[in-house]
């Protein structure tokens, strides 16, 4: 059986639908992380993951 190639594209997006899945909150706070400006304070990674568990509880607490 055919599978694409493992690159970091791929592994990002696959790793952004296990952490966001149907959740419109993580993915509304992914989409407002990932349109920043380059004067902006950058962020690893990580701490966008960790932002859209954030965003997720605020948004279940609102």
Same mark, same amino acid.
């Given at each position: 059986?055919? @599978?694409?190639p493992?690159?970091?594209?791929?592994?990002?997006?696959?790793?952004?639908? &296990?952490?966001?899945?149907?959740? @419109?909150?993580?993915?509304? %706070?992914?989409?407002? %992380?990932?349109?920043?400006?380059? &004067?902006?304070?950058?962020?690893t990674?990580?701490?966008?993951?960790? +932002?859209l &568990?954030?965003? +997720?509880? &605020?948004?279940?607490?609102?």
């Amino acid at each position: 059986m055919w @599978a694409p190639p493992r690159t970091r594209d791929t592994l990002t997006a696959l790793r952004a639908l &296990d952490r966001c899945g149907r959740n @419109a909150g993580r993915w509304a %706070a992914l989409a407002a %992380a990932m349109n920043f400006q380059y &004067d902006d304070e950058k962020i690893t990674f990580g701490q966008l993951l960790d +932002s859209l &568990d954030a965003a +997720s509880a &605020d948004a279940q607490t609102s």
